[in-house]
């Protein structure tokens, strides 16, 4: 009898270590499984965090009318020439300027880069309008 206990408890011992064995392997790549995910996880929000203001930005802007098209809606409803500081009042009617520090200046600098948009000087102060740009000597027509 002495045989067939001994016998049981070597072969309960090298199942028990065989699952033991197992085990601890399943658990060495259930870690390196936590480990990967861990780090896709903490890039993931990295990722995150740096895409964020520019979805939000463009969320903005898509809300928001851009000031050069507002600029040159409120030039064309005149129908006449304004100095920047009356089209500064007319934009802001239709959209907020607070974020700007200067608006008058990111008006006057907007216009300015408008293709569309020709200035003037008359009584020394610079007017705008919606048309083709102006000749200023009858050789600048000629091409």
């Known amino acids: 009898m002495r045989f067939s206990a001994q016998f049981q408890y070597r ?3 090298e199942a028990m270590t065989q699952e033991r ?3 601890a392997s399943r658990l060495q790549e259930i870690n390196q499984e936590r480990a990967a995910i861990e ?3 903490q890039w993931l929000a990295a990722t995150i965090e740096s895409i964020k203001p520019l979805c939000e930005s463009e969320e903005q802007e898509e809300d928001v009318p ?3 098209a507002v600029c040159y809606h409120v030039l064309g409803n005149l129908n006449r020439p304004a100095t920047a500081p009356e089209i500064r009042d007319l934009v802001q009617s239709i959209m907020d300027l607070s974020d700007y520090s200067n608006a008058l200046a990111v008006i006057h600098t907007t216009l300015h880069r408008m293709p569309e948009v020709q200035s003037f000087k008359s009584s020394g102060k610079t007017y705008f309008r919606l048309g083709p740009p102006m000749l200023t000597s009858p050789e600048e027509g000629l091409g």
């Open 21 to 23: 064995y197992t085990l």
């Open 11 to 13: 072969s309960t011992l």
């Open 66 to 68: 851009k000031l050069s």
């Open 39 to 41: 780090q896709r996880l």
